[in-house]
């Protein structure tokens, strides 16, 4: 491989004439620099940009870790931050934590992550020390975080809200007896802020919609599911082997509305007439369905380019991470639709 100190070499030059001639300074006269362009080009020299950027201090590179790949809604993400780093100067690594502490540990430890400026870690498994921790020495922003406020950048999905809106339409629509699919049971009487994760929260949200409508939310009305269509699939199928009263389900995600909606239509069960259903996240494939899903909506792009801002804003700056005493924090909302595609829809 050709080195610097061959160009140099060619050129009859020192080392840091011929790394000045080809980072065009000034200082180098226009006849030498010449002599060094011409060197390169003979040799067929080019520059190590990775060993440039890092004595620089900047990579330009962000770390990203997501969920869960096989979930629509995270994958939809990674792409929408990947294509809006690029166009912003950023190259993005991205790395799958499963919701898992011992993988968000092994994230933050890495040697990958290491070489990153920055990182934007979304749906986290807890608000863990280890997380405050990395953010301490590392630009961060958390999507999801909660329990995280004013410790670090965060931007939060409407979860809470998004989901008592999608309750309160099935209400309006005629629904009397409502599932909420997805997720475990939670009291209304704990502190919202306990909640800590973005299933606690939807399953919350969904339950004060239910209550401020005037509709029943028990123990019972809570099935708990993974988030994947197989799992809505099979959570769906044996409530109907059970003979479970029910004329409305609001499921946590997407997934989960699509298998418990092909459940619904194997077993004869029309929608939205005698079951309506909503979703959550908005994903393309509840566009598909005949009638389509009913779904509250996250524009993916929106989430990305709130989390980009933050995230570029403080290495920008060149702030270390956010950490326990920073005044700075940013915290910011993003909005949401409630899509009105058939499944839901009586009246």
């Avoid at 610097?4 to 000045?20: C, E, I, K, Q």
């Avoid at 780093?85 to 040697?111: L, W």
Wanted: aromatic share 6%; net charge negative.
């Amino acid at each position: 491989m050709v080195t610097l100190d061959d160009v140099a070499a060619l050129a009859g030059v020192s080392r840091m004439t011929a790394s000045n001639a080809l980072n065009n300074k000034p200082i180098v006269k226009p006849a030498t620099a010449q002599r060094v362009l011409d060197a390169a080009a003979q040799l067929g020299y080019r520059p190590n940009l990775a060993a440039r950027q890092l004595s620089s201090g900047r990579t330009h590179i962000i770390g990203l870790t997501i969920a869960d790949f096989d979930l629509i809604f995270p994958a939809d993400l990674a792409a929408c931050v990947s294509d809006q780093a690029q166009a912003r100067g950023y190259q993005v690594i991205v790395q799958q934590t499963r919701f898992s502490s011992d993988f968000e540990r092994a994230m933050a430890e890495s040697p990958v992550t290491q070489i990153c400026d920055g990182t934007i870690v979304c749906w986290p498994s807890s608000a863990s020390a280890e997380l405050m921790a990395f953010g301490r020495a590392h630009p961060l922003v958390v999507l999801d975080g909660f329990g995280l406020e004013g410790r670090c950048d965060c931007a939060f999905t409407p979860c809470a809200d998004g989901m008592a809106a999608a309750a309160k339409h099935l209400a309006d629509q005629g629904c009397r007896r409502v599932l909420i699919l997805g997720g475990d049971y939670e009291p209304l009487e704990t502190d919202a802020g306990a909640q800590t994760s973005s299933c606690r929260q939807r399953v919350r949200g969904a339950a004060q919609g239910l209550r401020d409508a005037g509709l029943p939310y028990e123990r019972h009305y809570v099935v708990p599911c993974a988030w994947t269509r197989e799992a809505g699939y099979a959570a769906m199928t044996r409530l109907l082997a059970q003979g479970r009263d029910f004329d409305g389900v609001c499921c946590l995600n997407d997934p989960v509305a699509i298998g418990a909606y092909k459940a619904l239509q194997d077993a004869g069960v029309r929608i939205p007439d005698d079951v309506a259903i909503t979703g959550f996240d908005g994903v393309a494939d509840g566009r598909y369905l005949s009638p389509g899903l009913t779904s509250v909506v996250i524009d993916p792009n929106e989430v990305a380019r709130v989390c980009l801002n933050l995230l570029i804003q403080r290495i920008e700056r060149g702030d270390s991470a956010a950490s326990l005493n920073d005044t700075d924090t940013q915290c910011i909302d993003i909005g949401f639709q409630l899509i009105q595609r058939g499944s839901a829809e009586r009246q």
